[in-house]
């Protein structure tokens, strides 16, 4: 029967439930009796509520048999109109997932001795192809899948069928549509299809890693693949691309490339997303710009980066080879992943495959819209979580990366949450997770967020601490507010707490985290307007000078606040997007990360360099517990330009016994008193000294104007 033909709709609603929408125009809507059928048998429903909407009755019926999902199913009324049985509300009820929850760690394309294994879930599917193409010669063919246990359908290829393009066309409640594999780890150049690849012709030899000992050890900084390379004096040969990436050199005296990274003393490389995604050409990768958080295939690497994107092994190999340079200059990585949400829901295979299960819906069955994007991930139902943990236990395992930072993690659930941070510490406790803790408006409690108003919920994950960001810098959504390092005196106290990491470093205090391993200290981001931009606009006017020293001033705060220091790609250089504040497909010359400045600017750089060795040198600036910040750091009385702390009776950390760390933001010179004893010098507002330290200071101590005043003794 065509549906254009039918005169009713029929829904399964949940497992024992058919909801029947008859329109008006039938009879006024009314039916006395229904009843379901199958292989020419039928079965009475059980009429339980009647409800009249505006164009049509809604009748919900009880079936007192087990209704096979997967199965093709008619209702009929008591005038022999029929109607097909349809996947309605059901796929998001908690018994659909118990019934359908595949626990095994085989979907997708697995490379045995004998064959090619092809396993895909479409659980509410009544028919699943595989579509295979010879990518030389263009022939297709058609292999049918069978149905096994948990909605799981399989198939077998020979070898011979490595290489070649393949999809799914699956039927849903009579319709068919063609997808990519969702668990595809290779596809064709701009997502078309996926590709069968054998993996292990793709291994890397191990490359022994920089030891992590705790989360607060690391030093984050951010980049994007195109723009590190992009500018047209970064010395590379093949700019905005993964092998570009590594390239290094020494220009002017100055190093580029991975070199420079690696001398700048960061311990961990965030990239930006580097999983398959849209909004660029992968055949014309410089014709548009993209920052990549329009993902498409998760596990696949993104094409446009490559030398070869319409070579599937290649891409795989040159990302491959990044991480192990990357490692092999004694840096870890972290990828930028974004599973909230997908780039187009209706296009997404998650849809297509299992139509109405991956996506969040709100109480009228609309999909919802938390992520600002058009959709957000069901996260908390059993195969969409299993999805994400699968994907990033793949990232690690075959990729060797070391961490991960989730895009809006507040959409996801907390179990979900848990249960990435379980799977992954299992294989290696040293991978560091943090992300975005928004609490954004999406269909879930506010108990089940992993927002960073429940960061106590999962230990051991980061949160960007934008109270941090703000009280520091100013609000980031007010270009013109401004915050203690632009001149604001007003919340100081607010700053002390988000320098002790944001946790209750004095009993009874408020805290925002249960311990600093939670804090992602941030002044900047790929997010919003760079701080040289808002600088620029809310301290407008003040010297160039004196802005510089600000964002210094800034830069400093992070690095020797206790939490986890992050700092964004060309911050060290006063980096400006020209005063774009959402720069995400701007083009090259907003985005660019820009060497002359590097080489401008660099004394301005060794500068920094210096307070990240302070930071490195001792351990009690990386304090991991709140235990610790209470015994040791105080903070000191003075002005309110300035706040300043010591950290006490700390040698058993570090080299030194006490230190004093004192950030002035005013453009005046002020004084703190220093405890008895002679103090050593480390830094002192332009200045950075390296051992053996031939300045001290005691009873009295100038803190430079929009400076920083860096003290120790033994």
């Known amino acids: 029967m065509a549906y254009d033909d039918q005169k009713f709709e029929a829904y399964l609603d949940k497992m024992d439930m058919v909801t029947v929408l008859v329109p008006k125009s039938y009879y006024d809507g009314e039916v006395n009796s229904l009843c379901l059928m199958r292989d020419g048998q039928s079965l009475s429903l059980k009429l339980k509520d009647r409800k009249v909407l505006h164009e049509a009755i809604k009748y919900e019926c009880y079936c007192q048999i087990k209704i096979e999902i997967g199965e093709e199913y008619q209702v009929v009324e008591e005038r022999g109109a029929k109607a097909d049985l349809k996947i309605g509300a059901v796929i998001r009820t908690p018994e659909f997932d118990d019934a359908f929850f595949y626990n095994e760690s085989d979907l997708g394309v697995v490379f045995t001795k004998q064959h090619i294994q092809l396993k895909l879930w479409a659980p509410t599917a009544t028919d699943v192809k595989v579509k295979l193409i010879n990518p030389k010669t263009l022939n297709k063919e058609y292999i049918g899948m069978a149905r096994m246990k948990k909605g799981v359908w399989t198939a077998i290829c020979g070898l011979e069928k490595e290489g070649h393009h393949y999809s799914y066309e699956v039927t849903v409640n009579g319709v068919t549509r063609e997808a990519v594999d969702p668990y595809a780890l290779a596809a064709s150049a701009n997502s078309e299809y996926g590709v069968l690849v054998n993996l292990h012709k793709t291994k890397q030899p191990p490359v022994k890693k920089a030891p992590l000992q705790k989360p607060t050890d690391a030093i984050i900084y951010e980049v994007h693949i195109r723009d590190f390379t992009i500018h047209p004096s970064s010395n590379v040969s093949n700019k905005g691309t993964y092998a570009g990436f590594t390239e290094s050199s020494t220009e002017s005296g100055v190093t580029t490339g991975l070199a420079y990274l690696k001398e700048l003393g960061i311990t961990h490389l965030e990239l930006l997303p580097v999983n398959d995604f849209d909004g660029v050409d992968e055949l014309k990768p410089l014709d548009t710009y993209n920052w990549g958080y329009n993902p498409l295939l998760f596990n696949v690497p993104e094409g446009s980066y490559s030398l070869e994107p319409t070579n599937p092994i290649a891409r795989i190999l040159e990302l491959k080879q990044l991480i192990r340079a ?183 205090e408020k805290y925002l985290f249960v311990q600093p391993t939670s804090s992602i200290n941030y002044v900047e981001s790929h997010d919003n307007h760079t701080l040289w931009d808002k600088l620029s606009k809310c301290n407008s006017h003040e010297e160039k000078q004196i802005l510089q020293k600000r964002q210094k001033l800034a830069s400093a705060m992070v690095l020797l606040a206790q939490g986890i220091p992050f700092l964004h790609a060309g911050q060290e250089f006063y980096r400006t997007k020209q005063g774009v504040e959402n720069s995400y497909r701007s083009p090259d010359s907003i985005n660019q990360f820009d060497w002359e400045q590097r080489k401008i600017y660099n004394k301005d750089i060794k500068w920094l360099q210096a307070v990240i060795q302070l930071r490195k040198a001792h351990g009690a600036f990386r304090f991991h517990t709140t235990e610790r910040i209470r015994k040791h750091m105080k903070f000191l009385e003075s002005v309110p330009e300035i706040v300043a702390y010591a950290l006490a009776n700390v040698e058993k950390y570090g080299p030194w016994k006490d230190m004093i760390v004192a950030f002035n933001q005013d453009t005046s010179t002020h004084y703190i008193n220093l405890p008895q004893g002679s103090w050593n010098v480390v830094i002192d507002g332009e200045s950075a000294y390296q051992y053996p330290f031939t300045k001290a200071l005691s009873g009295e101590a100038a803190v430079p104007a929009v400076g920083v005043l860096a003290l120790f003794k033994t």
């Not at 069901?378 to 994400?388: G, L, P, Q, V």
């Not at 907390?414 to 249960?419: F, G, K, S």
């Not at 520091?472 to 001149?487: A, E, H, L, V």
Request: charged share 25%; net charge negative; with cysteine.
């Open 326 to 508: 990357v490692h092999e200059n004694d840096l870890r990585v972290i990828l930028d992943v974004v599973y909230n949400h997908v780039y187009v829901r209706e296009d997404s295979s998650f849809e297509k495959i299992v139509p109405g299960y991956y996506f969040r819906h709100d109480q009228f069955g609309m999909p919802s819209n938390g992520t600002g994007v058009g959709n957000d991930f069901a996260s908390e139902r059993k195969m969409a979580r299993k999805f994400i943990v699968d994907s990033v236990l793949f990232w690690v395992k075959e990729y060797d990366v070391d961490g991960f930072r989730f895009d809006l993690m507040g959409i996801l659930d907390i179990e979900t949450m848990n249960t990435i941070r379980q799977k992954l510490f299992e294989y290696d406790s040293s991978i560091l997770l943090f992300g975005e803790g928004w609490d954004l408006n999406t269909p879930l409690s506010s108990e089940q967020k992993a927002t960073i108003y429940n960061s106590d919920k999962v230990p051991h994950i980061g949160f960007f601490n934008d109270r941090f960001r703000d009280f520091i810098k100013g609000s980031t959504f007010n270009i013109y507010d401004k915050g203690f390092i632009c001149g604001n005196t007003h919340r100081v106290d607010e700053v002390k707490q988000v320098m002790a990491g944001s946790v209750s470093y004095q009993k009874g």
